[in-house]
């Protein structure tokens, strides 16, 4: 049996692999109408840190579905990334701040969202899972391979998606 790897390093392909490691996908989906909706269909992070659901297992990183989708793009360009520029994967994931604790990270998102969502949380439409880190967490994640070798812009980070989650949520019926 051919396994990916050798397949790659064999040379009899006549195409290129291009191996892309998402974490896990946060954001908007154009897909979705109502706040009921959204909710069930929502990732497991931002259920936990929008209304304290069940704690999640933590398993790599936060990326934005915007950045993930161009990242799989971009993957595709033979001419921004070359047969001999491919690594053996992509990681598609915000990279973390090695200096803060996962407990840390995951207070700031909860903090963001007190802090532009106070009618949502007042009201109770959202309850902040400041509290509620997910289990395993950090793990640490460096995107800089990926940026710098397909040129790619900064991943959002988890506050960024998560704010932009919850402003999605907010202005669904």
């Known amino acids: 049996m051919t396994t990916l790897k050798s397949l790659r390093t064999s040379g009899e392909a006549s195409f290129s692999i291009v191996q892309v490691v998402p974490g896990t996908v946060m954001g908007p989906s154009e897909l979705i109408s109502t706040r009921i909706e959204a909710r069930k269909k929502m990732d497991r992070m931002s259920r936990a840190l929008l209304f304290n659901e069940p704690k999640p297992r933590y398993l790599f990183g936060f990326?934005?579905?915007?950045?993930c989708a161009k990242v799989h793009v971009e993957a595709l360009d033979e001419v921004k990334i070359t047969d001999d520029e491919i690594p053996y994967w992509f990681i598609a994931a915000a990279s973390s701040d090695s200096a803060k604790s996962g407990e840390q990270i995951w207070k700031?998102?909860?903090?963001?969202?007190?802090?532009n969502l106070e009618n949502a949380i007042a009201s109770g439409t959202l309850t902040v899972g400041r509290d509620?880190?997910?289990?395993?967490?950090?793990?640490y994640v460096d995107s800089a391979?990926?940026?710098?070798?397909?040129?790619?812009d900064k991943f959002k980070s988890l506050n960024e998606c998560?704010?932009?989650v919850a402003e999605w949520y907010m202005g669904l019926t």
């Open 63 to 67: 990326v934005h579905v915007e950045d």
């Open 108 to 115: 700031e998102a909860g903090n963001a969202i007190e802090s």
């Open 132 to 139: 509620n880190v997910p289990t395993n967490m950090p793990f």
């Open 145 to 152: 391979l990926t940026e710098t070798k397909m040129r790619h």
């Open 162 to 164: 998560i704010k932009e």
